[in-house]
Nanobody, 122 residues
Framework: QVQLVESGGGLVQPGGSLRLSCAASGSIFRINTMGWYRQAPGKQRELVAA???????NYADSVKGRFTISRDNAKNTMYLQMNSLKPEDTAVYYCNVAGVGGAPFFRNFEVWGQGTLVTVSS
């Protein structure tokens, strides 16, 4: 079983920065894609950014140039550096991890974090 622990959310003023972290633990053989999603009140959950095991990234147009996704494969941890935050970035941010579980079954898995609230307001 794989668990995710998110941290780093909070209240920040417009133009400020925050760094989110997502650490995976448990029976893991390999992590493939890691991603950050967000869900604002009354809206559907949307992809913010994703990163493959090889380091390829993609971003939502709304965050390009402001957010940076990265990962530390040795620590099974993913980060989202968010700069120049805007009120419209306010949402609950969820991490999503897909990969292969450990021995003896090596089953594919996909898990979600519990979510961390980011509020951008003056």
């Amino acid at each position: 079983q794989v668990q995710l622990v998110e941290s780093g959310g909070g209240l920040v003023q417009p133009g400020g920065s925050l760094r989110l972290s997502c650490a995976a633990s448990g029976s893991i053989f390999r992590i493939n894609t890691m991603g950050w999603y967000r869900q604002a009140p009354g809206k559907q959950r949307e992809l913010v950014a994703a990163i493959t095991s090889g380091g390829s990234t993609n971003y939502a147009d709304s965050v390009k140039g402001r957010f940076t996704i990265s990962r530390d494969n040795a620590k099974n941890t993913m980060y989202l550096q968010m700069n120049s935050l805007k009120p419209e970035d306010t949402a609950v941010y969820y991490c999503n991890v897909a990969g292969v579980g450990g021995a003896p079954f090596f089953r594919n898995f996909e898990v979600w974090g519990q979510g961390t609230l980011v509020t951008v307001s003056s």
